[in-house]
């Protein structure tokens, strides 16, 4: 399912954090936004998702989310946030399982097909020999996982990514990231991520949205927006950026020197 925005912006009281803005993400693209701390990336994906109000149209196919309530929502887009309330005291299933709660019955009750759901996801993802351990018991990297599992249990065609690996160490970064690019291929899912790290960034995402001071700056493949004259100007770093040859991924280097400090770099 393909999502569309078209002049959305957020605002908090008086200040514009997102100014309007249009992006296009195809079915099963993945979409990855990126900015300096500040920029609006979490604001976006917060407006995609229903979480703050916002202005402007939000379509996912034909369906207009901004007008869904937040249990039909949830079937059309899932969402990992960036620091998800994951209580020590639950099972791994029982977590999962609440990726089903917009399929709930009238009285909250998990039907065949929920458990047969999680049962699949929790298997896809490897998981099975974790479900009856607490979420307390396990690592950061396994613990990323089972809020993925989490959010797929929702079997929502857009997946929305808020600085997903930002916890982790770099073994578990490439991990979870191997994992969703893995996922986006076998169920076709439309991705959404922020992300920090502007190689990681530039080596599993088709296209980049970069954001500064809550506007879409550059929009384009990760070829075309990281350039080190650009980055060095939106980011106020010094830093060299190298093509992989062999998969086309985008290496960003910082450098020691002086960062370029002409804005109208930005949008060169």
């Given at each position: 399912?393909?999502?569309?925005?078209?002049?959305?912006?957020?605002?908090?009281?008086?200040?514009?954090?997102?100014?309007?803005?249009?992006?296009?993400?195809?079915?099963?693209?993945?979409?990855?936004?990126?900015?300096?701390?500040?920029?609006?990336?979490?604001?976006?994906?917060?407006?995609?998702?229903?979480?703050?109000?916002?202005?402007?149209?939000?379509?996912?196919?034909?369906?207009?989310?901004?007008?869904?309530?937040?249990?039909?929502?949830?079937?059309?887009?899932?969402?990992?946030?960036?620091?998800?309330?994951?209580?020590?005291?639950?099972?791994?299933?029982?977590?999962?399982?609440?990726?089903?709660?917009?399929?709930?019955?009238?009285?909250?009750?998990?039907?065949?097909?929920d458990r047969a759901?999680?049962?699949?996801?929790?298997?896809?993802?490897?998981?099975?020999?974790?479900?009856?351990?607490?979420?307390?018991?396990?690592?950061?990297?396994?613990?990323?996982?089972?809020?993925l599992a989490r959010?797929?249990?929702?079997?929502?065609?857009?997946?929305?990514?808020?600085?997903?690996?930002?916890?982790?160490?770099?073994?578990?970064?490439?991990?979870?990231?191997?994992?969703?690019?893995?996922?986006?291929?076998?169920?076709?899912?439309?991705?959404?991520?922020?992300?920090?790290?502007?190689?990681?960034?530039?080596?599993?995402?088709?296209?980049?949205?970069?954001?500064?001071?809550?506007?879409?700056?550059?929009?384009?493949?990760?070829?075309?927006?990281?350039?080190?004259?650009?980055?060095?100007?939106?980011?106020?770093?010094?830093?060299s950026v190298d093509?992989?040859?062999?998969?086309?991924?985008?290496?960003?280097?910082?450098?020691?020197?002086?960062?370029?400090?002409?804005?109208?770099?930005?949008?060169?």
């Amino acid at each position: 399912m393909n999502l569309r925005l078209e002049q959305v912006a957020v605002r908090y009281g008086r200040r514009e954090v997102v100014s309007p803005c249009d992006l296009m993400v195809d079915e099963g693209e993945w979409l990855g936004v990126i900015g300096p701390n500040g920029a609006g990336k979490s604001s976006l994906l917060k407006a995609i998702c229903g979480l703050v109000s916002c202005r402007g149209s939000v379509v996912a196919g034909d369906i207009d989310l901004l007008a869904l309530s937040p249990r039909d929502r949830a079937k059309v887009v899932a969402v990992v946030p960036q620091a998800p309330i994951v209580p020590d005291d639950m099972t791994v299933v029982d977590y999962v399982l609440l990726g089903r709660t917009a399929y709930a019955g009238r009285f909250g009750l998990t039907s065949r097909r929920d458990r047969a759901v999680v049962s699949g996801v929790v298997d896809e993802l490897d998981l099975g020999r974790f479900t009856g351990r607490r979420l307390g018991e396990l690592s950061g990297g396994e613990r990323q996982r089972v809020v993925l599992a989490r959010a797929l249990a929702q079997e929502a065609p857009i997946l929305v990514l808020d600085e997903p690996t930002s916890a982790l160490d770099i073994g578990h970064q490439q991990q979870a990231l191997e994992l969703v690019a893995r996922l986006r291929g076998e169920r076709r899912l439309t991705v959404l991520s922020a992300m920090h790290d502007l190689t990681l960034a530039g080596t599993y995402a088709d296209r980049l949205a970069l954001l500064d001071d809550g506007a879409v700056v550059a929009h384009g493949t990760p070829v075309e927006v990281l350039t080190a004259e650009r980055v060095g100007a939106v980011f106020r770093v010094c830093v060299s950026v190298d093509v992989d040859p062999d998969d086309g991924a985008v290496i960003v280097v910082p450098r020691r020197g002086f960062p370029a400090t002409d804005p109208s770099l930005a949008e060169a």
